[in-house]
Every structure is written in structure tokens, then in C-alpha cells.
């Protein structure tokens, strides 16, 4: 008889999207129970890893309890979201521990975290983005308005470079407003990003999945929101409307799936992320890319693998596999 796989689920984390983890842990974790052993494993504010009320720590290929008990894993999956978890702090703790995990690497994932980093990868590559300007909190408030005023102009957007499910985010048309903004900011994380705001824009989002040599690049969806797609009405208003295939030209959406493919071959990435674009004016930006993307009843990336006809058990199933065997 074939061995059951145990897979860690790790979920909540240090980081300000640790709520995002628990809803996509209610998703994950009754889909893989069906198939495997589970530990749920959660990350608290503290930094402490805890599975059924007691604290554990990353071990050689698994787990051990502060009694000394060793709890052997065949596989990880770090469901974090930004922060201590998406940026590359527990895929190092896995690899230290040599734990098979699903995701990006250490590299890939720290390198992704930082949304400046992308953008100039991206340009090197050819892909398009928005013109930017980094503020640093180290240089203060009144360097980074004269930055932004001088080289880009009003309206504008700020989001800090290291977070995202939009925490922190914030538009500005007058310079009292991007003080405000770059305060809120610069609160979350010290590298902040100002960017033109677009007023007339389309958000697009491409999925990227590649297990047991299938590689797919998802056609776009689209968000279907006036205004901002801030975290509110990604992850709290049931009423958000996205639509799995966006209405495209044929160049504009292969376009989305080229750009998507050079990107993730230049960092690295592997298994599963979600690739963001803006089409504003018929042209084409690249907004960000995660890692790893939602993974809640409501998150878009599940209806996109499902749409490219993989349903989601099945591609759980694909990544377990392919962890375990590499």
C-alpha cells in the first residue's frame, strides 16, 4: 500500500496579511484532508510556530516539539501571504530544515517581495511598467514630495514596496495628501513606491502554475471595480465582481501571457504566482507579481487554474507530488 503523504499546511505569520492566511487555510485545509495527513501549523504574531497548542520548530524533514518529539513531513506549504512568509524568511527556515515546500525559492521570493526590484527586472526584460520614484523613510517625508513632485507630478499612488493585498496604499492629488499617504506608508515599511495614478484603468490578472512538466500561463481576468481594488474589496466585500476571462484584443491578452513568461524565467519562479497588469490608454503596464496569490474561497488565482482546466484539487495533488519529488 502507497505511503500517505503528510503535508504541513503553515498559515498565519508575523506579517500584516496574516488574516488573508487563516481564510485561505479554511479553503486549503479541508481540500487536502480528504488526501493526506495534515498539520496545521500556525505562525502567531510572536514569531511562534504552533501545531495543536504546542510550539514547534523546523527540524531535519519535519518538525520538533520543544519535549523533544519529532514529527517527520513529507512536504510544506507556507499559505503566507507578504512579510515574514511570502519575502523568503520561511522558505529559508524550510530549506535550513530541508523540508520540501511548494512556491518559490529563497531568491525568487525575496527578490518578488520588493515590488522596485520588479520593476526594474521588468524593464530590463522589455515589459512595460509605470515610471516610478522610491522613497525611503530614512530620507523623510519632504525629500520623497519633492522626489515625486519633480519627476512625476499629480495624481499619484503610494504603496509601500514590501507589502501586499494593498495594505497601505494610498492616492494622492495635492502635495497634504501625499504627506498623509507617505506617513501611512512609511508606518508599514521603509521602502515606498510613488507611481502615477491612473484615473482610467484596467486591472489584469494572469496565473502562472507549472507541475509535472505543465506549464501554464492563464488568459487574464479582470477585475470588475470602479475605483481601487484596495484590501477591502479584495478580501471583505462579498460583492467585488471578477471575471475569470477579461474581454481583450487578441494581442493585448497574449501580450499579458509573453510578458508573464519572461518574467517568471528571469527571477526564477516556480509552482504557482499571479502576475498583475494595468491597460490604461491601450497600454499595457505590469503592476506586480505574488508568489503566492490568494488561496481563499473568493481569490481569483483558484478560479483561474480551474478555468484552465485543472480543477484545484487536482492541482494541489500536482504540487504535493512534485515538492515530495524534488
Known sequence: MKKRVTVALIFGGRGYESEVSLSG???????????YNCLPIFIDKAGRWIMENRQIFPA???????????IAADCAIPLLHGDYGEDGSVQGALETARIAYIGCDTSASAVCRDKFFVKRIATGLGIPTLPCTLALRSEGVDFAVRQAEGRIGYPLFVKPARLGSSVGVGAADNKAELEAALGKAFKLCDRVIIEPRLTDKRELECGYFSAKGKEIFTYPAEVLIKGSYGYEEKYLKSDTRLSVRADLDAYVAESVREYSRRLTRAIGVRDISRIDYFLSGGELYLNEINTFPGFTSGSLYPRLIEAAGIPIGDALDMLIEQAVDR
Not at 25 to 35: G, N, T
Not at 60 to 70: A, H, N, Q, S
Open 25 to 35: 487555510r479554511d479553503f486549503v485545509l479541508p481540500i487536502l484532508e480528504k488526501k
Open 60 to 70: 531535519e524533514r519535519g518538525f520538533i516539539t520543544e519535549g523533544g518529539e519529532r
